[in-house]
């Protein structure tokens, strides 16, 4: 996957955050609930009580994208990773969020913004797991 920095815009990405950001608090004001997107939708197979809300913020993640390219082209994706490297990062990450009892969004975003020790421990040890599997990658493994 590489970045296209000369298409880059910095606005559009500010104006991106800002959106998880109001999405996170307004899911947070509404209902009470954090916005963990594997929680909520790893909650989709289990079918709790509350999996209409499930739906509509994951309906909602989905739809997005498809909503932006109505008005402006989505940026293009090259992906350099073969299916099966893809599908064994997918799960060594589905673990992890198991095992950190939660993902990005939902320590990264909203942990950090409600200043938890424990998102920050599991922030950081997301960003260092990150760090240190994109240089082996690169450096050792030659990809």
């Known amino acids: 996957m590489t970045i296209d920095w000369l298409h880059f815009t910095p606005w559009t990405a500010l104006a991106g955050g800002a959106l998880i950001g109001l999405a996170a608090a307004l899911l947070w004001w509404l209902t009470g ?10 909650g989709l197979l289990t079918l709790p009580g509350d999996w209409p809300l499930r739906l509509a913020f994951t309906a909602g993640l989905i739809a997005a994208p498809l909503l932006w390219q109505q008005f402006a082209p989505l940026p293009t994706m090259e992906l350099s990773a073969s299916f099966a490297w893809m599908l064994a990062a997918g799960l060594v990450v589905g673990v992890g969020v ?3 009892s939660g993902c990005t969004s939902g320590h990264g975003v909203c942990g950090l913004a409600r200043l ?3 998102s920050l421990a599991a922030t950081l040890s997301f960003m260092a797991t990150g760090f240190i599997t994109v240089w082996l990658l690169r450096h050792v493994l030659g990809g």
């Open 98 to 100: 198991k095992l950190g």
């Open 33 to 42: 609930r954090i916005a963990g997107i594997s929680g909520l939708v790893g």
């Open 116 to 118: 938890s020790p424990r």
